[in-house]
């Protein structure tokens, strides 16, 4: 499919979805008490798990240029990491609501186009 250029650009709507129990990074059962807190230190530093969210961002933007929809199945920490790597490069976060919005199977939703 030919690229869409920026005159038309097609407005996608990206859906960041948590998956099961096993990513629940506070339940202590999957991670160490260490590797928690570093997995949280990263959300705003030069960290492996930034540099990996940026490499899904670029990826998804890819996606976004000929796709309308996109869905991407997350472990919850890296959502929250890949969300905030988005929203840095100019996209719109639908703020999640209530205290549902980190449940297993949640989602969050974001937009190119304000």
Same mark, same amino acid.
């Given at each position: 499919?030919?690229?869409? !250029?920026? =005159?038309?650009?097609?407005?996608?709507?990206?859906?960041? @979805?948590?998956?099961?129990? !096993? =990513?629940?990074?506070?339940?202590?059962? %999957?991670?160490?008490?260490?590797? /928690?807190? +570093?997995?949280?230190?990263?959300?705003?530093?030069?960290?492996?798990? /930034?540099?990996?969210?940026?490499?899904? *961002?670029? %990826?998804?933007?890819?996606?976004?240029?000929? !796709?309308?929809?996109? /869905?991407? @199945?997350?472990?919850?920490?890296? &959502?929250?990491?890949?969300? *905030?790597?988005? @929203?840095? &490069?100019?996209?719109?976060?639908?703020?999640?609501? #209530?205290?549902?919005?980190?449940?297993? %199977? =949640?989602?969050? +939703?974001? =937009?190119?186009? #304000?």
């Amino acid at each position: 499919m030919p690229a869409i !250029s920026d =005159s038309r650009r097609l407005t996608a709507r990206l859906l960041l @979805v948590r998956h099961g129990p !096993s =990513s629940h990074i506070y339940d202590g059962r %999957w991670m160490r008490h260490h590797a /928690v807190h +570093e997995f949280e230190d990263a959300f705003d530093a030069d960290h492996e798990y /930034v540099r990996r969210a940026d490499a899904a *961002a670029d %990826w998804l933007e890819r996606e976004a240029r000929t !796709s309308a929809m996109i /869905v991407a @199945v997350t472990h919850g920490g890296f &959502r929250r990491i890949l969300a *905030a790597r988005l @929203v840095a &490069r100019g996209w719109h976060a639908q703020a999640p609501q #209530g205290p549902q919005r980190h449940a297993n %199977w =949640s989602y969050w +939703e974001l =937009s190119n186009h #304000g």
